[in-house]
């Protein structure tokens, strides 16, 4: 049964769906936008219905060249309305890849990105919002949680 009421104004909140990927030092990968001041873990909003663990590997991809299979979420990060909407932030692992992966960034007038690079976690504060950086902080503790749709968890 579907109830109208609960579709008929839905509330208006963002989803973020970001991707922590480190090397083998351990480094974060960082992107660096060109719509804001210091640097981002990849990702983007999802899509309406689309799964937030797909919108995160989408957007790595796109962002990145990175493929990544993500299965579970390093942290959940909620911001109230400010300057931008009301937002939860799903951060996804992804796990790590090899020193001196070749990242494939995008021209900055198609992805709004300046670059990418991995940054030393000790180096984080001097390079992100300390927002930013205390949300890569909590996803870098290692408890993570399964990922699920409708209560599976996802092929």
Known sequence: ????????????????CLVLVRNQRGDVLL??????DGLIMPGGAGKANEAP????????????????????????DYNPADRYLERLS????????RDGVNLNIPSQK????????????????AHMAPSQAA???EA?????????????RPD
């Open 110 to 125: 198609r992805s709004g990105l300046l670059g990418a690079s991995f940054v030393p976690v000790r180096e984080l504060p």
């Open 90 to 97: 799903l951060v996804f692992d992804g796990g790590t890849v």
């Open 31 to 36: 992107v660096d936008p060109d719509y804001m």
């Open 53 to 76: 663990h797909r919108a995160a590997a989408r957007h790595l991809h796109a962002q990145t060249g990175i493929i990544a299979r993500l299965t579970h979420i390093a942290a959940v």
């Open 1 to 16: 049964m579907q109830d109208s009421r609960l579709l008929a104004k839905p509330p208006i909140c963002r989803l973020g």
């Open 135 to 137: 949300r890569v902080t």
């Open 140 to 152: 870098l503790t290692g408890r993570a949680l399964p990922i699920l749709l409708h209560g599976q």
